[in-house]
């Protein structure tokens, strides 16, 4: 059923007892009062009680929001918000029915049907968000980048900053007998993928997976590892890695404690680039449907709620809270608010660092999906080759626009979105080269794609 916001009109008669030394009757005032109430009919909801995972991370923020504004309990559903310590744990907790629902990387569930890691029949009806990662360095890496990097009259470096400026760093490192080391967080997040594409565009190898070499370091010019997110600044002040690809506010982060500098946002990787995904077991989706609709109604208001910018000083300070993000506010306002600091002092405006709403980035489209499949076959995480029917069967599978259109035709019934927000499209974004190579990306031809590469799996 759909919620209505409705202009009521109501008598409000108040009392009032006028007393003097006499004794004077009562007289009643009568006032006529316009509010604005929020009436509102869930749907049948099967699951009322909920409770769903995240990793402390700026990208988190739909949920966070969708639960301080009350958008889950205009839908019937009072859900717990819950940290979790590390991506396999979110995985395994989802999985294992311990959690309704998760904040996830978009590659989880995607490898989970797809046959690399641990195998389960996911869903996400719902894209949290666009953007919102950098790859920082460690200042000593930095010192010895600077050299090798075009700057403007001012002296200023000139953004994007490619790898080609991280090569000789790497070879000196490595004439010194000392492997470069680069912290991302999952084997299969979109950060393993972003700093794999932005090394391997400029011609240095980031590593083959095989069946023997899970950590996918084959050929590998640089050694990747896993790092939890919120670990990543003390491992780089440590030494243990020289450079991480995070989400904020662990890029953020290195630069208030002066031990690292970002040099590249995945914006300039691959402009406006999906990022993470709101994820729920097949099984639970089939169990309550309803309550999966509503759930992806709250969680698209909560997306449209965040890009608006006279919103963002106040999520920044809910996503600064203790069970959220935790972080301070000058670190989560450093990008939630439209600006972006990369070496300390150069703070440079950049409006689309973080997009929970516009360009369609609620939608989940088959094409964001596939591109993580290419990758994982380009990197050896599907180890042989598939057919081109295969990406797109796949997907389907996984990313669920069905669901998402249910609940956005509600919203627009309700008059909470307008009809013009939802994406007229069969789940494929065009072809483009918004990619920081300049390559190609055609959804509908992943094999092609994936041979266009100089570094990585070829397929026939």
Known sequence: MNSLLKKSTYILSLAAVLFACGGKDEKKVTKTVETETLKTKPLEIEKPQLAFGFIKLTDMAPLAIAKEKGFFEDEGLFVSVEAQSNWKNVLDRVIDGQLDGSHMLAGQPIAAGAGFGRQAKLVTPFSMDLNGNGITVSNDVWSKMKPHVPKDSDGKPIHPIKAEALKPVITEYKNSGKAFKMGMVFPVS?????????????????????????????????????????????????????????????????????????????????????????????????????????????????????????????????????????????????????????????????????????????YPFYSDGIWFLTQMRRWGQIPEAKSADWYGSTIKDIYRPDIWKKAAALLVEEGNIPATDLPETDGYKPATGDFIDGTIYDAKDPIGYINSFSIGNKDK
Request: glycine share 6%; with cysteine; proline share 6%.
């Open 190 to 362: 979109t950060h393993n993928y972003e700093i794999r594409y932005w090394l391997a565009a400029a011609g240095i190898h980031p590593g083959m997976y095989t069946a023997d070499n899970v950590q996918g370091q084959i050929d590998a010019e640089v050694l990747l590892s896993v790092t939890p997110p919120p670990q990543m600044p003390a491992t780089l002040e440590a030494g243990t890695i020289f450079g991480y690809c995070v989400g904020e506010p662990w890029n953020q982060q290195a630069v208030f404690k002066g031990i690292g500098v970002p040099v590249v946002t995945n914006y300039d990787i691959w402009k406006n680039n999906p990022e993470k995904v709101f994820v729920m077991t097949e099984k639970f989706v089939q169990d309550n449907p309803n309550t999966a609709i509503a759930v992806t109604k709250a969680l698209i208001r909560a997306g449209k709620w965040l890009d608006k910018p006279e919103n963002r000083k106040e999520a920044v300070e809910i996503l600064s809270m203790s069970q959220y993000v935790g972080a301070p506010v000058e670190v989560l306002a450093n990008s939630m608010t439209g600006t972006f600091e990369f070496e300390k002092g150069d703070k440079r405006e950049m409006e689309d660092f973080n997009v929970f709403y516009k360009y369609n980035a609620t």
